[in-house]
């Protein structure tokens, strides 16, 4: 849609709102795992998952600072 540039904006509008809310599901049904999975874990195991957690998100930094990060989202030209 985007990348066509034909769709009216009314449209557009509507199928982004149906996007994010969506995402936002997503979002919130992640989060709600996590915790879940928090509750059941022993202190020691929770702690051992915020390592990993925290070496994941350096790993992503890094990544994104060397410009190998999550790619931006630019319209497919066609």
């Not at 915790?35 to 994941?56: G, N, T």
């Amino acid at each position: 849609m985007l990348a066509d540039r034909t769709v009216d904006e009314s449209t557009l509008n509507l199928q982004i709102t149906k996007y994010n809310a969506l995402n936002s599901t997503i979002v919130q049904s992640r989060y709600l795992m996590l915790y879940r999975i928090s509750k059941v874990l022993e202190p020691d195991q929770y702690a051992k998952l915020q390592v990993v957690f925290q070496k994941r998100v350096q790993e992503f930094e890094q990544r994104r600072a060397r410009g190998g990060g999550a790619p931006a989202a630019v319209p497919h030209s066609r």
